[in-house]
């Protein structure tokens, strides 16, 4: 009885041994699945994307110009022409049905600014304004100053990001989760807003144009008759 006793202490010994490791291993195991979910989640997504922290905005808002009228004028300037032009290439591109011209009443400058305003009317029809698109009216500038504005505006689709740009509210350094900081992507998103020629674009693809079939013909036959020289260079 004493031998098989004494045998079994060797063996009681060795079944611990062997739940410890077991229990170490276990450990081991559960630590790396646990590291994996966490750098599979850091790498995997981006819960700080760019295009939704300052996501570009597409909605109907007033595009202006003010004219800025001395009292002692009686014409348009130059400078007036040149930003009623730029402002009509605007109106046309935007597809808005119709400018308002506002003009200052009980300013100092208010007999001043309707001349300015008449010259800048004809000048935009001579671009091709028609009549029908433009309304005049007037707005109290009696405590306005000497140079009350001409203010020159239309209804149209604009793009912008509401995100203020340069907010550094947080510290670079701290980037061991592999997220974008708060500003990331701010100042591009506002360059795209306004780089953007009709911002309808960004709500969806413009339809298909019809083929120019005679175009097509053209190109087709110059290909067969005289190869890739036949064509124009593109350079």
């Given at each position: 009885m004493s031998r098989v006793l004494k045998n079994m202490k060797p063996?009681?010994?060795?079944?611990?041994?062997?739940?410890?490791?077991?229990v170490v291993f276990?450990?081991?195991?559960?630590?790396?699945c646990a590291s994996y979910q966490k750098d599979h989640f850091t790498v995997g997504s981006t819960p700080k994307d760019y295009r939704t922290q300052h996501p570009i905005v597409v909605s109907q808002s007033e595009v202006s110009e003010?004219?800025?009228?001395?009292?002692?004028?009686?014409?348009?300037?130059?400078?007036?022409?040149?930003?009623?032009?730029?402002?009509?290439?605007k109106f046309r591109r935007s597809g808005a049905k119709s400018v308002r011209v506002i003009l200052p009443a009980g300013s100092h400058n208010e007999s001043a600014a309707r001349?300015?305003?008449?010259?800048?009317?004809?000048?935009?029809?001579?671009?091709?304004?028609?009549?029908?698109?433009?309304?005049?009216?007037r707005y109290h500038a009696s405590n306005h100053g000497d140079s009350a504005t001409v203010r020159?505006?239309?209804?149209?689709?604009?793009?912008?990001?509401a995100s203020k740009c340069g907010?550094?509210?947080?510290?670079?350094?701290?980037?061991?989760?592999?997220?974008n900081?708060?500003?990331?992507?701010?100042?591009?998103?506002?360059?795209?807003?306004?780089?953007?020629?009709?911002?309808?674009?960004?709500?969806g693809p413009r339809g298909e144009s019809e083929i120019d079939a005679g175009r097509r013909d053209n190109v087709i036959n110059d290909w067969r008759e005289g190869g890739t020289s036949a064509l124009p260079s593109l350079l």
């Open positions: 063996m009681k010994k060795n079944l611990n041994n062997s739940l410890k490791l077991s276990a450990g081991i195991l559960l630590t790396g003010d004219l800025i009228v001395a009292s002692s004028m009686n014409k348009m300037s130059f400078r007036h022409e040149n930003t009623a032009t730029s402002f009509y290439g001349s300015v305003a008449h010259d800048v009317i004809a000048h935009m029809k001579e671009l091709g304004l028609k009549g029908h698109e433009v309304t005049v009216s020159l505006s239309f209804d149209a689709i604009t793009a912008n990001v907010q550094w509210n947080e510290d670079l350094r701290e980037t061991s989760d592999n997220q900081y708060g500003n990331y992507g701010c100042s591009t998103q506002n360059n795209l807003a306004e780089m953007i020629a009709n911002p309808a674009d960004l709500l």
